[in-house]
């Protein structure tokens, strides 16, 4: 473990709702859908600014330094989501900010860093070297590091979609995409407490934080996959730590599941998601609950890819609906604005948690 990241204390839900307070002023809450061919309801992150939940994390992790009278420069690593959601949050708090991508990133992703002023370094082929190199930098030159998932503020950050979920349906289960574990971590200290089953998604060949769960941290190259953005080969020790305590499940999914749901995303529901956004819906079919919720958590995806989808996938036709005298889940008002000023979610309770149980991928794919 590096020993940074070792001296980092544990988010808690209560710096989850300090983050929804500096957050309120900068950012909307996004919406949340009932996709009732999915039976799942869809928070639609890939609605938020820059694409995806990850500004969340990065403009909560900037606040939180000027707050603490940190004016360095600010250096990430992303496969894209996390620099362009540093990058606007950087823009509109006019702090200089440095983002290093994998030479293999998505073009429209790299065009989106590039748009709001952040400069940008193609370096590598996988969001792992281009954090080790992220990192050689800051060293020789003073920035702050900041990671995309491991750090306590960007954990509290990504938490307040949980509590936009929780204060626009009462979900019993919420299903999460898992790359390095910022987004689940946050998902899971905001909303467990009040007896949400937090499930988390990975592709399969793409499962580092799954092993790391059961204990193995040994580093594997990950399969090539549509779901670029949670391409992680070592995911994050700080998240690991949390998820272990509160996650209740990981499903690995297939790819050919994955890309078939993606296209039934923009087929059926006429959402467009990416990859790494799609993960969780594609998960949800393998978990049993009367009010799921799926985040989607991004939809960055290149034109070309999505033409190329649509092309080739020939999604299965949806099974012929039941019959019902009425609706089995009455859709709750989606909030399209963020609490007044005071107003605060239901308390979090802190009822203890079970431990962590992660199905192996037999007990998963049967």
Request: charged share 25%; proline share 5%; net charge positive.
């Amino acid at each position: 473990m590096s020993p940074d990241v070792a001296r980092l204390t544990i988010p808690t839900a209560s710096d989850v709702l300090a983050a929804q307070a500096r957050l309120r002023n900068y950012l909307d809450v996004t919406p949340t859908h009932y996709a009732e061919r999915f039976n799942t309801w869809l928070k639609l992150e890939n609605l938020q600014r820059t694409g995806s939940y990850k500004v969340r994390g990065a403009l909560n992790a900037l606040l939180a330094a000027r707050e603490r009278g940190d004016r360095r420069h600010v250096i990430t690593a992303s496969a894209g989501n996390h620099a362009q959601g540093m990058a606007w949050a950087a823009y509109r708090l006019g702090i200089p900010a440095i983002t290093v991508m994998p030479k293999t990133a998505p073009q429209t992703k790299v065009a989106g860093v590039a748009h709001w002023g952040a400069t940008v370094r193609l370096h590598g082929d996988t969001y792992d070297e281009a954090k080790a190199f992220a990192a050689e930098l800051a060293e020789q030159n003073g920035f702050r590091l900041l990671s995309a998932f491991d750090d306590p503020d960007v954990i509290a950050g990504q938490g307040t979609v949980g509590l936009e979920i929780a204060t626009a349906m009462n979900p019993d289960v919420v299903l999460v995409p898992i790359g390095g574990g910022g987004l689940a971590s946050g998902v899971a200290l905001a909303l467990k407490s009040q007896g949400v089953r937090i499930i988390g998604a990975q592709v399969e060949g793409v499962d580092a934080m799954a092993r790391a769960l059961k204990g193995d941290r040994s580093l594997r190259d990950p399969a090539a996959t549509l779901a670029d953005g949670v391409r992680v080969k070592e995911p994050g020790y700080l998240t690991a730590r949390v998820l272990h305590e509160l996650l209740d499940d990981v499903v690995i999914v297939r790819e050919a599941e994955l890309r078939e749901t993606l296209v039934r995303l923009a087929l059926e529901e006429h959402l467009i998601a990416e990859g790494a956004g799609a993960l969780a819906l594609a998960a949800g079919k393998r978990i049993a609950g009367k009010r799921k919720c799926a985040v989607i958590s991004g939809g960055n995806l290149d034109a070309g890819v999505l033409a190329a989808l649509l092309q080739d996938v020939r999604p299965r036709p949806p099974r012929k609906p039941r019959k019902r005298t009425q609706e089995r889940l009455t859709p709750p008002a989606a909030r399209t604005s963020s609490p007044a000023a005071g107003q605060t979610v239901a308390p979090l309770r802190t009822t203890p948690v079970r431990k962590t149980r992660i199905e192996s991928h037999e007990e998963v794919l049967a």
